[in-house]
């Protein structure tokens, strides 16, 4: 099936489509075998080697840049600039809402923006004002805006 195929292109290509591949599932780990396969097409190309010896090359080149690529990113790790992306609820915290479902006992139902969500804090009438303080899984935590500002103007 890939006769008449050099063994270098075979390597290349296979290092493209994990390229590729890296691309559509990122993951930051195939980029690297990519790389080991890319590496082994090059030296393929320049030193004839056989089969046995592409796959020891390619195996042994994809350990050394896996291990050194894990050992790079635990000392220097990747810091979002936005760590609070994929984290709606703490994108809430701050943020005031109004009490749509009276807080009692603890627990009620607030407005934020344009969504209804569980909450727990002080008791609260329906139309009062609140500040998001945090969350408890899903349930945000609030307490009532009047009490928010006397800690900031205080």
Not at 11 to 37: K, R, S, T, Y
Not at 99 to 113: D, F, K, Y
Request: aromatic fraction near 6%.
């Amino acid at each position: 099936m890939l006769d008449g195929i050099e063994p270098h292109w075979i390597w290349v290509a296979l290092g493209l489509i994990l390229a590729a591949a890296e691309m559509l599932v990122p993951g930051v780990f195939l980029i690297w075998l990519a790389m080991a396969a890319l590496a082994t097409g090059l030296l393929t190309f320049m030193f004839d080697l056989g089969p046995v010896m592409q796959v020891v090359q390619f195996v042994t080149v994809a350990l050394i840049t896996v291990f050194s690529a894990k050992r790079i990113l635990r000392d220097r790790p990747i810091v979002s600039s936005d760590p609070l992306l994929n984290n709606r609820m703490g994108r809430l915290v701050g943020e005031t809402a109004t009490v749509t479902v009276a807080i009692s006992h603890g627990s009620g139902r607030i407005h934020v923006g344009d969504s209804d969500w569980s909450a727990r804090g002080p008791d609260l009438s329906v139309g009062e004002r609140v500040r998001i303080t945090g969350n408890d899984g899903s349930v945000l935590l609030v307490e009532p805006l009047q009490a928010a500002q006397q800690v900031i103007e205080g």
